[in-house]
Structures are given as C-alpha cells and as structure tokens.
C-alpha cells in the first residue's frame, strides 16, 4: 500500500449518497482537516515535507494519533452524505499512513518525544471503520 501525503488527504473526493445512508459530510471533512494538518507536521518533523525546502515559519500541530483515526465514528444520514465504502477504505490508508509516520518518528534520532498513543492493532474490518450510528468521537 502507498502511503498517503497531506496533500492527497486533502485533495480526496467523496462520492455523495442522495437518499442512501452516508457520512455526514461536515463531520468527515473537519476530521480530515485535523490529519492534513498532523500529516504535514509529521511531514515537516521527518523533513518529508512538499510545502519548501526550507524551514517552516509556521507552527502546525499534531492534532491526531493513529489511535484518533482508528477510533473515529462519524454520524450518518440518509439525505446526502459521503457513501460509506469509499470513506471506510480511505481511513484504512489514512490509519496505514498515520503508523507508518509515527514509527518513523520514534526511530528518528531527530524526532525528540515520541508520539503518544502510537501503534497497536487495528481492530476492525474496512467495513465497520467509521461506521457508529449516533455520533462522531475524536
């Protein structure tokens, strides 16, 4: 599997489920802002970053874990949601991303701390990635 880069996190696209059950669409799109921005502070930390070759003036932030990602549940409605296969096989890519990035940090003799909440099995199948009827945890 590739590994993803801020950018494809936030250029992805999501199919829209009108009168099928699908994501809540602003519910998927804060979440990934929240790894765009972590992404590419990982990126700048690992000096993997597409942004500049040189140091950053700003300061990103790293909002998530692969913990948060394996751990998100979003809302669903039957109105006009993102179809939630195409949301559940990107979080896997997202998750392989996320742990990929963390285990280089904690190897980098650069890194500093390593990242709380890092590692550990994902626990579910594709198909139940996201999906908790009632509500969006982070």
Same mark, same amino acid.
């Given at each position: 599997m590739t590994l993803l880069t801020a950018d494809d996190v936030l250029t992805v696209k999501f199919d829209v489920s009108s009168f099928k059950e699908g994501y809540n669409q602003d519910e998927v799109d804060v979440f990934?802002?929240? !790894?765009?921005? @972590?992404?590419?502070?990982?990126?700048?930390?690992?000096?993997?970053?597409?942004?500049? &070759? *040189?140091?950053?003036?700003?300061?990103?932030? !790293?909002?998530? @874990?692969?913990?948060?990602?394996?751990?998100?549940?979003?809302?669903?409605?039957?109105? &006009? *949601?993102?179809?939630?296969?195409?949301?559940?096989?990107?979080l896997v890519q997202v998750l392989a991303t996320m742990e990929a990035l963390e285990a280089q940090l904690r190897t980098n003799a650069f890194a500093g701390q390593p990242v709380a909440g890092a590692g550990g099995a994902y626990g579910m199948s594709p198909a139940q990635a996201g999906y908790a009827p009632g509500g969006a945890e982070a």
């Open positions: 990934l802002d929240d !790894v765009t921005t @972590t992404m590419r502070e990982f990126e700048e930390r690992l000096g993997t970053s597409q942004e500049s &070759s *040189g140091p950053s003036h700003r300061k990103a932030e !790293v909002l998530l @874990t692969s913990e948060g990602v394996r751990n998100i549940r979003f809302s669903t409605t039957r109105w &006009s *949601g993102y179809r939630i296969d195409q949301v559940d096989a990107f």
